[in-house]
C-alpha cells in the first residue's frame, strides 16, 4: 500500500521559515522523481520544486527560487522542503507526489502516479 505523509506545515510570519518533511512507504522511493506541489485556496495546483532519484538534481518554479531548498534520503524514504523568507503568497496546501518521470508542471493530479494528502502552510502576521 503506497503512503506518502506530510508534515511540518503551519503558522508562520512573513520572512519566516518552515521545513516540510514527506515519509514515503509501499513503493521503490529510490526509483521515483520526487516533487512537491501546492494548490492556494480559490486556485489551481502549482508545481513548486522537482528532485530526480538520487537527489543529484533539483529543480524550482521561479516563484520559489533563492528561497526554498528540496531533498530527499533515500535510505530513510523522506523528501524535504526548507522553506525560507517566506511570504503570504505561499500560503497553500503543500503535497509531496510521487512519479517515475521527470516533470516540471501540474495541471491536475493525474500528472503524478503518487500523492501525499497534503499539509497547511499559512504565512500571515
Known amino acids: 500500500q503506497v503512503q506518502l505523509v506530510e508534515s511540518g506545515g503551519g503558522l508562520v510570519q512573513p520572512g519566516g521559515s518552515l521545513r516540510l518533511s514527506c515519509t514515503a512507504s509501499?513503493?521503490?522511493?529510490?526509483?521515483?522523481?520526487m516533487n512537491w506541489v501546492r494548490q492556494a485556496p480559490g486556485k489551481r495546483l502549482e508545481w513548486v520544486s522537482s528532485?530526480?532519484?538520487?537527489?543529484?538534481?533539483?529543480y524550482y518554479a521561479d516563484s520559489v527560487k533563492g528561497r526554498f531548498t528540496i531533498s530527499r534520503d533515500n535510505a530513510k524514504n523522506t523528501l524535504t522542503l526548507q522553506m525560507n523568507k517566506l511570504k503570504p503568497e505561499d500560503t497553500a496546501v503543500y503535497y509531496c507526489?510521487?512519479?517515475?518521470?521527470?516533470?516540471?508542471?501540474?495541471?491536475?493530479?493525474?500528472?503524478?502516479?503518487?500523492w501525499g494528502q497534503g499539509t497547511q502552510v499559512t504565512v500571515s502576521s
Open positions: 507526489a510521487a512519479d517515475q518521470l521527470a516533470k516540471y508542471y501540474c495541471s491536475g493530479y493525474l500528472d503524478y502516479d503518487y
Open positions: 509501499g513503493f521503490t522511493f529510490s526509483s521515483y522523481w
Open positions: 528532485i530526480n532519484s538520487d537527489g543529484n538534481s533539483t
